[in-house]
């Protein structure tokens, strides 16, 4: 298994510009999670999703949107990119049972937005 | 949700246990607490989590005090592969969402 994989790995967004960010895992895993991290912060949820068509938001949405038509992808959709979003993103999973408390992570996609 | 404390940083010499303290005084009943790591900005890692009893699997042990106030990780033979930022996380919320403090950074030390 490739576990959660994401890309890009980094991106440089202009102020205004649009991107997705793209996370797929390979485990069928019911539970799928964004969270965004600053310089020398810990993580903050940004969306969640607990099965294919069913998403809500978290601690910072605003400014992102998410989709989760399929099990296995979860994209972070980021509208007129302001440098307030500058950070590195994390997306999780983690299975609906047994061990449902355990979120396995991707890799991350480092953003920086000019 | 219930707020952990943590200690900012701490050193653990090689081949030595490392004990990292949490504090979470307001945990309810029902909430857990949970370990992960990162080490120097990769993806989080789970490292362990328990309800009440003392809980050991093959990368720590969680010891949690009976009043469930407070719980300590332990790395038995800290590595220099183990120096990361540990996190102390309570209540994953309905959806299993993990709430992240700033961590306690462990330097494990030659």
């Known amino acids: 298994n490739a576990g959660v994989t994401q890309t890009p790995k980094f991106r440089i967004l202009k102020i205004g510009q649009s991107m997705t960010l793209q996370c797929t895992q390979d485990m069928n895993h019911n539970y799928m999670y964004w969270y965004r991290q600053d310089p020398g912060m810990g993580l903050k949820l940004i969306y969640y999703s607990v099965g294919a068509g069913i998403t809500d938001k978290g601690e910072v949405p605003n400014g992102y949107n998410v989709s989760r038509s399929t099990t296995e992808d979860f994209p972070l959709r980021l509208e007129l990119a302001a440098p307030s979003q500058t950070s590195v993103y994390f997306c999780?999973?983690?299975?609906?049972?047994?061990?449902?408390?355990?979120?396995?992570f991707g890799p991350g996609t480092r953003l920086t937005v000019t | 949700d219930a707020k952990t404390t943590q200690p900012t940083s701490m050193d653990c010499a090689e081949g030595r246990a490392a004990n990292l303290p949490c504090n979470h005084s307001t945990i309810s009943g029902n909430e857990y607490v949970y370990w992960y790591r990162q080490i120097h900005s990769q993806g989080p890692q789970y490292i362990i989590h328990g309800l009440k009893n003392n809980e050991t699997n093959e990368m720590a042990s969680l010891i949690i005090t009976e009043d469930r106030k407070s719980s300590t990780l332990i790395l038995p033979h800290a590595t220099l592969r183990d120096t990361a930022v540990y996190y102390c996380?309570?209540?994953?919320?309905?959806?299993?969402?993990?709430?992240f403090g700033s961590g306690t950074q462990l330097t494990v030390l030659p």
């Open positions: 999780a999973s983690s299975p609906a049972f047994p061990s449902s408390y355990e979120q396995y």
């Open positions: 996380i309570v209540n994953p919320g309905s959806a299993r969402q993990l709430t």
